[in-house]
């Protein structure tokens, strides 16, 4: 028997309801991220009121930039979903770019952006 070389289109269709469900999850939580970032849902005063507590500021800021962080790399998640989706399609989804050889269905549970396998993903940490 020869070994498969992509998955069937009834195993890309399961990859696809399970990268559509994250990415609607991605993107309702990249939405709450922003508007926090820019204070749309929020009756404060933070914005507007004169504040006298440096430390307070300080740590203020310092939320808004891991917030930042946050929604950069949440953006980051939802391009590499958009991007299975169109392996998808292509019916290149699952496959190992650096083998060539499928990634366990497993794995693209887990992480279904995932184009390395866990084992070249090592290797590739270790600079092979």
């Known amino acids: 028997m020869a070994?498969?070389?992509?998955?069937s289109d009834e195993?890309?269709?399961?990859f696809r309801t399970i990268i559509n469900e994250k990415?609607?999850?991605a993107r309702?939580?990249?939405?709450?991220m922003?508007?926090?970032l820019m204070n749309a849902d929020g009756n404060d005063v933070a914005d507007t009121s004169?504040?006298?507590?440096?430390l307070e500021e300080g740590s203020l800021a310092q939320s808004k930039e891991e917030l930042v962080q946050l929604a950069s790399r949440q953006q980051k998640f939802i391009q590499g979903l958009e991007a299975a989706l169109i392996?998808?399609?292509n019916k290149t989804y699952g496959i190992d770019r650096m083998t060539g050889e499928l990634i366990p269905k497993e794995r693209l549970r887990a992480v279904p952006h995932a184009t390395l396998s866990v084992a070249s993903k090592n290797a590739r940490k270790k600079g092979f």
């Open 11 to 14: 195993e890309l269709e399961e």
């Open 23 to 25: 990415l609607k999850l």
């Open 28 to 32: 309702r939580d990249y939405e709450g």
């Open 87 to 89: 392996r998808i399609q």
């Open 3 to 7: 070994e498969k070389t992509r998955y």
């Open 50 to 54: 004169p504040t006298y507590k440096a």
């Open 34 to 36: 922003m508007k926090q």
